[in-house]
């Protein structure tokens, strides 16, 4: 079975600077999905960024980023130029390859952006 | 963009009743889910359905549970006799069976059970 640890149950940073969100997952597969949400407080669980582990090169969406490292288990979010609307919890999450697998999220870090 | 569309957003109900929460997935995704969420806790799988089955179920999704496709179109959980610990957030998501998109996830029900 999988597992998601999210190691940082709460973060907070100025706006218009950079943070990193931790996640570390244990998985015997090798070829998974890697995934990143965000849960505003409407609750609504929104797609920030998606990693398929056979990619070498990390993902990246306008300000959001990945450093994934496959032998470590390791698939950290990094957001920069952080805004306001970035307040959210944020939830690692792993799929299986076949992609119709079920989501294994992590306990999720919230993450609140300073004015 | 297409939507996954759940209703109702809240419902309270009565220890013991039975509540049916309903969901309408992305019309040509083929896989769809329930995942709950307790309140500050992490989402937790429920079940996948495809091709009018369940393809996997959790340990919380027990014999209280159960899931139809009534139609073409809705998708939906039943809970026949709910208790106090069933109160949580309960998302419908539906794929393509794509990995590379994800899942698209419903704006949720929060059921109350009092």
């Known amino acids: 079975a999988q597992t998601v640890t999210q190691s940082q149950p709460e973060m907070s940073v100025q706006e218009a600077e950079t943070v990193t969100l931790s996640c570390t997952y244990d998985?015997?597969?090798?070829?998974?999905?890697l995934f990143w949400y965000k849960q505003p407080p409407s609750r609504q669980m929104i797609l920030v960024i998606r990693q398929e582990a056979y990619k070498q090169q990390n993902a990246t969406e306008n300000r959001f980023s990945v450093n994934f490292q496959k032998a470590a288990k390791s698939f950290s979010l990094k957001i920069s130029d952080s805004q306001l609307g970035d307040t959210a919890m944020y939830f690692c999450?792993?799929?299986?390859?076949?992609?119709?697998?079920?989501?294994?999220f992590g306990t999720g870090t919230r993450l609140t952006i300073i004015p | 963009e297409p939507e996954v569309t759940q209703t109702p957003s809240h419902q309270v109900t009565q220890m013991g009743q039975e509540v049916i929460l309903r969901c309408v997935p992305i019309?040509?995704?083929?896989?769809f889910y329930w995942y709950r969420q307790i309140l500050g806790q992490k989402v937790e799988f429920l079940v996948s359905f495809y091709n009018n089955e369940i393809s996997e179920k959790s340990e919380i999704f027990d014999d209280q549970f159960s899931v139809e496709r009534p139609d073409g179109s809705n998708f939906t959980l039943k809970i026949r006799s709910t208790k106090l610990e069933d109160s949580a957030m309960y998302f419908c998501a539906s794929s393509d069976g794509s990995g590379l998109r994800g899942y698209t996830f419903g704006s949720g029900t929060r059921l109350t059970v009092v």
């Open positions: 998985t015997s597969e090798s070829n998974y999905y």
């Open positions: 019309s040509n995704h083929l896989y």
């Open positions: 999450a792993f799929m299986k390859y076949f992609g119709n697998e079920k989501l294994t």
